[in-house]
């Protein structure tokens, strides 16, 4: 290895200038004049150094020596040399940058100002610059996904261009993938590698993934290590970090009775619910406010007591020291006006004001349907059920025959119940039901897992169904928010339908031959099923029905996606629901960074991919919305990006890829160091000229 | 010897104190040279000093004023007595005023003039015929012939304070023209730089051969002994105006002051293979020491 090499050897051709220096150094040489009393004396020295003359008078001419030496230096810097220092990057590099939202924490560069990937772009660009003649590079960018932004090249203007592109997304950190993309155009080309930027903020990854489990097999340890050596993982960020995150927010719609007797009114209430963590190393007390974007309400302040973040062995040691994790991690609620609907913005601060990680200072929460609660009845006729859920003071009924149903949902599907918060199925369900809130009375729900059991009949026969009459009530589960208060006891049914049920629904009534009422719950549906109709028992006349209603009505419609607060992380896709007409609607990305046309349809839900950035995206554009249009809030709300402590190393399987302090470390250009030689000695020459003319 | 003091003016060659220190010295020759007139130095001739010498018989015709009585008395044969006779002595002073002369910090002609006048004072003060010739360049010559007493040292000053030194050194035409005017044998102080394109042979060779007793001072200045150059330079002969390129670097610095130096040894190996007293002045040591200690040891004053 040669310790000193040229990127751009053909710059040592300018060394030929020193030829026509010397020339001209001969040629208008400028000399002093200097009266002797006699040149006697001179003249026989001169005659005596008449041989090797010329030599002489090259010999301590500073200026002539300065002068070529100047050219020499510009020579060389044109050469572009450069130091071997200890780590000799490969000639084919992947530089692995992470573009995640730890990232963006402003603990890094000389001032401790600068954001991480900052100065890992700054690094990338030197190391760009250091790269040979015949090197080539390639970009990738990792965050949720990783990004291929560049061949390997060697066109350094084209890779430092798609480098100033790069900046951090609000996005989680899915190393594996990046690591094993990265590997792979590595050992692509001959003595690859892999330079990684990042804080190393990541999980552990596993070494029969990046390596590939077949491989793993058939390598010996050595193999595995030295493909492992192809990376070279540069740290950013420091070791400790004053950050206090917001890392979860949630809200939860349900109805909610005020008043008594005639006075009570049904209300649609949001609960809030905000996670804060501290990170920091010293306790901490944070404020967190909550506050509407129309101001509808007055701001709501908290303040957090949070303990410093127990970390490593201290953690194993909770016992001893009385700390433990949860200490530094808190849970607030906050209760939002009745049928409140808008932007809802959690904002946390800290009393010193020190938090160099802002992306998750702030979560926010869309709440909607303003106008409270909305249910649909699908039903012949039915007077008992219109009886009751017209006592529901502040509910909207609305009342559908089986047949409009039919016709409409053959029409617009889901869309045609779109606008309800929960729908009353009365003998008649639609062919699938996959979001929002229902109750089917007398119908087995159109859901994953419900089957009508039968009974094998004779060949050739359809199976029948199995109806089980005059069952006894063996048990109901009032723990169940449907059943609260409800006493079912006193209820007689003459005819049940056999149903076989999934294991994930919970039977809140539980009869002889089989369950007579059942619930089920996944993230975007509550279904309470009942599995007799209402008229072959005496239900209607017992006071558990209104009771049991009105509690159904409250617990499914707390997943109606009319109402359903809506925030998300970023990473998730946006989904769109269906609208009618299937208009072409904008939406625009937070502080309009960027739109996208988006072609909704009338049946399906549209979704959209690159929420990478948190704030709040609008969708305009449809017929009937207001003119801001619909709103969608995307937080980060992420603990392990909030936990943004820079690692010393990044831990694959067993193995720990150790942080090297620096990317540039490989080859160190000087030739800027030439310059500045050449400069100095321009101005030593410029100083000395003066002073002899001036002598 | 005189006691008188001569008040020199303001701006003269040489201080009152100097001089006064002066008085107490004398020119002297190894050789001893005849005089014209009767002076204070004691000749090879007997005279009529105070001083006895010898005896002779008497011869008809001597002054019988000389006769040794008490020796007749005793040996009845008439003895004359003989004594010393004193004698003036010649002194010769030459100084170059070439343009080579008019240099250095210390100006060489300057020195060159300040040692003519306090050996020429010396002779004064001690009734010795001083003549002092100036020679610049072009032939062109000052002289001032046979002075001799005090009263001429003012006009002395005045005449070595009024020479500008210019021109082209030629000492062999200068001794030439000074040994035309003055045959008479006599101390020759010959104060120059000797650097005559011609050689400093010629002129040494004719005043020797002149039978002077030749004393020949050298008086360079320190710069042309250690110049300070360095760097690409066009070197300006002051009397030639002759332009010579050098680059002064440090070989050639030392082979200049090399070459000096033999220049030096070569005129002295030359004065002494010939009876000539050759002294090395350099500007830098003050003339005062030059004139009371080092001429001193020279011999050329007592």
Redesign the interface.
């Known amino acids: 290895m040669n310790f000193l090499n040229f990127l751009e050897p053909l710059g040592l051709a300018g060394l030929a200038a020193l030829a026509p220096i010397v020339a001209l150094y001969f040629l208008k040489l400028r000399r002093e004049e200097r009266v002797v009393p006699s040149t006697l004396l001179w003249k026989k020295v001169i005659k005596d150094l008449h041989v090797n003359a010329p030599f002489q008078r090259l010999k301590y001419s500073l200026l002539l020596l300065l002068q070529l030496l100047l050219v020499a230096l510009l020579a060389f810097a044109l050469a572009r040399p450069f130091l071997n220092m200890a780590a000799e990057t490969g000639t084919y590099t992947v530089l692995l940058i992470d573009t995640s939202a730890s990232m963006a924490t402003r603990d890094s560069g000389p001032d401790g100002k600068r954001s991480r990937l900052q100065q890992a772009l700054e690094d990338a660009k030197q190391k760009i610059d250091d790269m040979g003649r015949i090197d080539e590079m390639c970009i990738v960018a990792f965050d949720e996904d990783p990004r291929r932004i560049t061949p390997f090249t060697n066109d350094r203007s084209y890779l430092k261009k798609k480098l100033i592109e790069l900046e951090p997304r609000h996005l989680r950190t899915q190393a594996q993938e990046a690591f094993q993309t990265a590997l792979a155009m590595a050992e692509e080309r001959r003595g690859g590698e892999v330079v990684v930027l990042s804080d190393g903020s990541f999980d552990k990854l596993s070494l029969q993934q990046l390596l590939g489990e077949a491989a793993l097999g058939a390598n010996t340890e050595e193999v595995s290590m030295a493909r492992l050596r192809k990376f070279r993982f540069v740290k950013y960020g420091k070791e400790y970090t004053d950050n206090v995150g917001i890392t979860n927010i949630s809200a939860r719609t349900r109805l909610v009775s005020q008043g008594t007797g005639a006075d009570r009114l049904e209300q649609l209430e949001t609960q809030l619910f905000v996670m804060v963590e501290n990170y920091a190393i010293d306790d901490v007390k944070a404020i967190l406010t909550i506050s509407s974007d129309t101001g509808s309400f007055a701001p709501m302040v908290k303040v957090v007591d949070l303990k410093a973040r127990v970390r490593g062995a201290e953690s194993l040691n909770a016992e001893a020291t009385g700390r433990t994790m949860e200490d530094s991690r808190v849970a607030q609620a906050f209760r939002l006006p009745p049928n409140y609907t808008g932007v809802v913005t959690a904002t946390l601060s800290t009393q010193n004001g020190e938090d160099s990680f802002a992306l998750d200072n702030i979560g926010r929460v869309v709440v909607g349907g303003s106008e409270g609660m909305r249910v649909l009845l699908i039903t012949q006729a039915n007077y008992f059920i219109e009886k009751v859920l017209v006592v529901m003071k502040g509910c909207t009924v609305a009342k559908m025959s089986p047949e409009d149903f039919e016709k409409d949902w053959s029409q617009r599907g889901a869309q045609s119940v779109a606008e309800y918060d929960a729908i009353i199925f009365d003998g008649i369900a639609p062919s699938r039901w996959d979001d929002g809130g229902a109750i089917f009375l007398g119908v087995l729900p159109p859901l994953p897992g419900f089957k009508v059991k039968t009974v094998d009949a004779e060949a050739g026969a359809e199976p029948k169904p199995v109806k089980l009459e005059w069952p006894k009530i063996v048990d109901w589960d009032v723990a169940h928010p449907a059943m609260r208060y409800v006493n079912f006891g006193n209820v007689q049914i003459k005819e049940v339908q056999g149903w076989e049920i999934p294991k994930t629904s919970s039977v809140l009534v539980e009869g002889s031959g089989g369950p007579l009422i059942v619930a089920t719950e996944s993230d975007r549906v509550n279904a309470v099923g009942v599995a007799f109709e209402l008229l072959a028992s005496d239900w209607p006349y017992r006071a558990s029905l209104p009771l049991f209603l009105r509690n159904a009505v409250g617990w499914v419609s707390e997943v109606s996606p009319r109402r359903r607060p809506m925030a998300q992380r970023t990473g998730e896709m946006l989904v769109l629901p269906p609208v009618d007409g299937a208009p072409t609607a904008t939406l625009a990305w937070p502080e309009g960074a960027r739109t996208l046309e988006v072609a909704l349809s009338a049946t399906t839900k549209q979704r959209v991919p690159n929420i990478d950035t948190i704030g709040l995206y609008r969708l305009t554009g449809i017929t009937g919305d207001p003119p801001e249009g619909r709103i969608y809030a995307a937080n980060l709300a992420d603990p392990r990006e909030s936990d943004n402590v820079a690692q010393d190393a990044v831990q694959i399987g067993e193995e720990s890829l150790e942080a090297t302090p620096s990317a540039v470390e490989g080859k160190r250009e000087i030739w800027r160091n030439l310059v500045f030689v050449a400069v100095c000695l321009l101005l030593a020459e410029w100083a000395i000229y003066h002073r002899r003319v001036g002598m | 010897m005189s006691g008188t003091a001569v008040k020199s003016p303001p701006g003269a060659l040489l201080t009152p104190e100097f001089m006064a220190r002066l008085d107490a010295l004398a020119v002297v020759s190894k050789k001893i040279l005849a005089g014209k007139l009767r002076g204070e130095r004691r000749s090879r001739k007997k005279g009529e000093s105070m001083e006895f010498a010898d005896y002779r018989n008497y011869s008809q015709g001597d002054d019988l004023r000389r006769i040794d009585w008490s020796l007749f008395a005793r040996l009845e044969r008439l003895f004359l007595k003989l004594y010393q006779a004193e004698e003036d002595l010649s002194v010769y002073i030459l100084v170059d005023a070439s ?3 008019d ?1 250095g910090g210390v100006n ?1 002609f300057d020195y060159a003039r300040k040692v003519a006048a306090a050996v020429a004072y010396i002779g004064i003060a001690n009734l010795d015929r001083v003549s002092i010739g100036v020679y610049g360049g072009g032939g062109e010559e000052h002289v001032m012939p046979d002075i001799r007493g005090k009263k001429q040292v003012l006009r002395l000053f005045k005449f070595l304070s009024e020479i500008k030194p210019h021109g082209q050194t030629d000492l062999v035409d200068a001794c030439k023209r000074f040994i035309l005017r003055n045959r008479r044998p006599g101390i020759c102080l010959l104060v120059s ?1 000797f ?1 005559d ?1 011609n050689g400093f042979e010629g002129p040494l060779k004719a005043l020797v051969a002149n039978r002077m007793d030749t004393f020949a001072v050298h008086v360079l ?1 320190p710069e ?1 002994v250690d ?1 300070t ?12 105006g ?11 610095v030392e ?2 002051q090399k ?2 130096r033999g ?1 030096c040894s070569s005129l002295q190996q030359f004065c002494a293979a010939r009876d000539v007293t050759y002294l090395f002045a350099s500007t830098d040591l003050p003339f005062e020491v030059l004139v009371l200690n080092y001429l001193r040891t020279a011999g050329l004053v007592r």
Do not use: W
Not at chain 2, 229 to 240: I, K
């Open positions: 343009a080579s002369m240099f060489k730089d650097l394109p200045a042309e110049p150059l360095a760097g690409d330079f066009m070197l300006v002969d002051s009397e030639t002759e332009r010579l390129d050098v680059t002064a670097s440090r070989t050639l082979n200049y070459t000096v220049f």
